[in-house]
């Protein structure tokens, strides 16, 4: 599977637009960019994930650059409680998530 | 909302000591995986699952760490005898099929004195 380069941190102020950027440059034809997310003492959550174009459902948007090497999360309005690890991941298929260390989010009243 | 139940969310013993977690998927769910996540990383997946059957194990420490799911429904993981650098958070997921997202529990917090 490809790697995914994450910046290690961000901030963002509540009610702002969360943009977490992730760089997947070896990615193949045939993978999918995965976003979960971990809230501190939870397991991870699902958040969404696209091969090509780009995806948004109730949770957040992913915009994947033409290219298809590097794509962004977007929360559209955070709230205190998307303060949490957010983890992108380039995968073949669901069930083989390779975890890096994450972007860790925090949302700033 | 239905969730994976883990037991017990909190776990101390000593090293050398056996130790057990418990898992209940999401009813229907046929895949099952147990994750093993260190302070400050990523979760590391240890075992999967489909059904009763062992799909990968391939990181699993099997001298020490063994994994069932007799009948293809609730899990058990097991480490023994349990070592210092076990302590961890130990997570179970499940989803429907191997192809669909996967549904987390809260995980059992290890330390091991």
């Known amino acids: 599977d490809a790697k995914t380069t994450q910046p290690p941190s961000m901030d963002c102020a509540e009610g702002r637009a969360a943009n977490l950027p992730c760089n997947h440059s070896?990615?193949?034809?045939?993978?999918?960019v995965y976003w979960y997310r971990q809230i501190h003492s939870q397991g991870p959550q699902y958040i969404i994930h696209?091969?090509?174009n780009n995806e948004t459902n109730e949770m957040a948007s992913l915009i994947i650059t033409e290219d298809r090497k590097s794509s962004t999360l977007i929360l559209p309005h955070a709230t205190l409680r998307d303060t949490a690890v957010y983890y992108c991941?380039?995968?073949?298929?669901?069930?083989?998530?390779?975890f890096g260390q994450g972007t860790r989010l925090t949302i700033n009243p | 909302e239905a969730e994976v139940a883990q037991s017990p969310r909190y776990k101390i013993t000593e090293k050398s000591q056996a130790v057990a977690f418990w898992c209940d998927p999401i009813?229907?769910?046929?895949?099952l995986y147990w994750y093993r996540q260190i302070l400050g990383q990523g979760p590391e997946l240890l075992v999967q699952?489909?059904?009763?059957?062992?799909?990968?194990d391939s990181q699993l420490p099997k001298d020490r760490f063994s994994a069932e799911r007799l009948k293809g429904v609730d899990s058990t993981l097991k480490i023994q005898p349990a070592e210092l650098g076990d302590s961890a958070m130990y997570l179970c997921?499940?989803?429907?099929?191997?192809?669909?997202?996967?549904?987390f529990g809260p995980g059992t917090r290890l330390t091991v004195t």
């Open positions: 997921a499940s989803s429907f099929e191997r192809t669909d997202e996967q549904y």
């Open positions: 070896t990615i193949s034809g045939n993978e999918y």
């Open positions: 696209g091969l090509k």
């Open positions: 991941i380039v995968t073949m298929g669901a069930q083989k998530l390779v």
């Open positions: 009813s229907g769910h046929a895949t």
């Open positions: 699952f489909q059904d009763e059957s062992v799909v990968d």
